[in-house]
Every structure is written in C-alpha cells, then in structure tokens.
C-alpha cells in the first residue's frame, strides 16, 4: 500500500536553527513525492517537487529511494517560516496522498 | 485566473441537515478533487473527476456523501442528512492533465452541531 508517514506533528525550533521535517514513504513503483505548506488559515500550496530539484523559500528535499526518504531541510529558519507542511506522494501522476502533517514553529 | 474557488467558505449547519459544497475549478483543468481535512485524520482524498467523470469514488466515507460534476467548471460535494463527525474543512482542488501541479481552493469549513 502506498503510505506516507510524517512522524513528528509538531516542530518548534528557534529563529536561525536548521530545519528538518522528515517524511518516510512506501510505494512499490518509482514515486512522485512533494511538500506542500499551509500557512494559518490560508490554501495548501506547493513548496516543491522532487522532480524540479529546486529551493523555495529556502527549503530543499531531497529523494532517497535507498531510505525511502523526502526530507523536508532549511538551513536557517524564519519566523515566517511557521506553517503546517504536508508531503505528499503522487500516485499514477494525478492522485495525492499526504502524510498527516507537521506544524513547524519558529520561535523567536 | 482567481484560482480554484469554493463556496460557501463556512458553514455552520444542524444536524441532520444537508449541507452542498461547491467548487469552481481553474479554467482549462481537467482534474478535480475532493479532499476533507480533519485533525484526527489529516488529508484524505474523498473522490476525483477527470474530464467530469468520477475516477475514483473509494474515499467518500459513506452514502451520505455525493459529488457530482455536472460540467468542466463547476461540482458540488453534498452530505445528507449531517451529522457532527462530519465538521471539518473540505477542500477542493484542480489540476491540468496527469502528473501535474495540483492546486487547492481555500476550503470551505463545517460544522455540524
């Protein structure tokens, strides 16, 4: 079955501390994977997609299929940074299935 | 394009009642879905069109739940009758062709008392 496990439903870090949302999955084909971030009170949006290989806002993830991994990192993170990251995981090219989320809070 | 857009964005109804929730995709998309946020359960995918024909229904909860979608710009998640375990934030989402960026409505928010 295709699952994607956030372990950790909170995060609080301080304001310049690395950031890492982990996000485990399972799939038996080669996947899709995404983040997708909730600021308070708003739509999700897409943050990014491993197949674009590229930093928003400062976040990278990386996949690593060896660790069935798509860890979500930030070098440096902002209080504007606080929000509710989802990842994702496409099945067939058009079906997303999340993980139950983290909230990341950046304390000042 | 104002994005994918949903009415109405709360709704605080009876138990028992029923509730219509609506979504207007972005123009020019062919997919759409439903999905339901709670706390319990997170994001769960409820049911998605393609081309307005349902593809796969297999996360509506039960027969109380419907979707339809009548044309390429315009569904309706109906519940009926209502019940409290159904509060939560619907969203509805939309994307063009397979394998491409899926983008959400701002959620419509229920409560049912």
């Known amino acids: 079955a295709q699952r994607v496990t956030q372990p950790e439903k909170l995060l609080s870090v301080f304001k310049g501390a690395p950031v890492e949302l982990k996000c485990n999955y399972s799939?038996?084909?080669?996947?899709?994977l995404f983040w997708y971030v909730q600021y308070s009170r708003q739509r999700l949006q897409l943050l990014l997609r491993h197949i674009s290989r590229e930093s928003i806002k400062g976040f990278t993830a990386d996949l690593n299929k060896g660790e069935t991994s798509f860890h979500l990192k930030k070098p440096f993170a902002q209080e504007e940074d606080s929000a509710m990251y989802y990842c994702?995981?496409?099945?067939?090219?058009?079906?997303?299935?999340f993980g139950a989320g983290t909230i990341l809070r950046v304390k000042s | 394009d104002a994005g994918v857009i949903q009415s109405p964005r709360h709704e605080v109804t009876e138990m028992g009642q029923e509730v219509t929730l609506r979504c207007k995709p972005i123009s020019g998309h062919d997919y759409l879905f439903w999905y339901r946020q709670t706390m319990m359960r997170g994001l769960e995918l409820l049911i998605y069109f393609n081309n307005n024909v349902p593809i796969d229904d297999s996360g509506m909860p039960e027969d109380r739940f419907s979707a339809k979608m009548p044309n390429a710009s315009f569904s309706t998640l109906k519940i009926q009758p209502s019940e409290p375990r159904d509060s939560a934030v619907y969203f509805c989402?939309?994307?063009?062709?397979?394998?491409?960026?899926?983008?959400f409505g701002e959620g419509s928010w229920l409560t049912v008392v």
């Open positions: 799939y038996s084909g080669s996947p899709e």
């Open positions: 989402a939309s994307s063009e062709g397979s394998g491409n960026t899926i983008y």
């Open positions: 994702a995981l496409s099945r067939h090219g058009n079906k997303l299935v």
